[in-house]
């Protein structure tokens, strides 16, 4: 099952406007890395931020962390037509290093 | 560099035939892991390798999946039987193994597998 929940399932923006993300999870992890798919491509890694940090910041990439309300947030500023992608959240276990569970997604639609 | 490469991308098969997918990571991660993707949803867990020991493996793989990494090297995910359930992109993703666990995983491109 999937541990992470995306929200909005969608979203749609004009380029220039900033756009945020956001990813629930249920139980205690290491940390939280978000990903980014182009449609029919394999996914890549954009920004990992650990359980004992509350943000992060990476080019025009700016993640949060709150792990009392077990969720974070991606935001991308000044958002680019190529920026147009699938975003998922994964997140690593606490303690066992095991595998990544990764949410739902938000389809990401930056018109020109 | 030449990053994680699957082979077939695409994969047409009749119900009832068997299938394998190959994986090739980057050369010098020890973890390979098997996700399974169906549209509009996120990767979903298959199994991972550290080296050659297939560590984990969940529920959702049936008797009909078998995945093996021989050598601790390539991989290859094996799928008897299919049906159209079956139907999805097959990604494979490889790592470096980190004591702190903060390694980030290095997808291929997927294959994709549809079953009529």
């Known amino acids: 099952s999937q541990q992470g929940e995306e929200d909005p399932q969608a979203l749609s923006i004009q380029e220039g406007e900033n756009a945020t993300m956001n990813c629930s999870y249920k139980?205690?992890?290491?940390?939280l890395q978000w990903y980014r798919q182009n449609s029919g491509r394999g996914l890549v890694h954009l920004i990992l931020?650990?359980?004992?940090?509350r943000e992060k910041h990476s080019g025009r990439l700016r993640v949060t962390l709150d792990t009392s309300k077990k969720s974070s947030s991606l935001l991308i500023t000044a958002s680019r037509a190529a920026d147009t992608a699938s975003y998922f959240c994964?997140?690593?276990?606490?303690?066992?290093?095991?595998?990544?569970?990764f949410g739902e997604g938000t389809q990401l639609t930056v018109n020109p | 560099d030449t990053g994680v490469s699957q082979n077939p991308r695409h994969k047409i098969t009749k119900r009832g035939q068997n299938v394998t997918f190959r994986c090739d990571p980057i050369?010098?991660?020890?973890?390979l892991y098997w996700y399974r993707q169906t549209l509009g949803q996120g990767p979903e867990f298959l199994t991972y390798?550290?080296?050659?020991?297939?560590?984990?493996k969940s529920r959702l793989l049936s008797d009909r999946f078998s995945a093996e990494r021989p050598k601790g090297s390539f991989s290859t995910l094996e799928i008897q039987r299919t049906e159209q359930g079956d139907s999805a992109m097959y990604l494979c993703?490889?790592?470096?193994?980190?004591?702190?666990?903060?390694?980030?995983?290095?997808f291929g491109e997927g294959s994709r597998l549809t079953v009529l």
């Open positions: 993703a490889s790592s470096r193994f980190r004591l702190d666990f903060t390694g980030e995983l290095f």
């Open positions: 139980t205690s992890i290491n940390n």
């Open positions: 931020i650990r359980s004992n940090e």
């Open positions: 050369s010098e991660h020890n973890r």
């Open positions: 390798f550290q080296n050659e020991a297939q560590l984990e």
């Open positions: 994964a997140t690593a276990p606490e303690t066992s290093g095991s595998r990544l569970t």
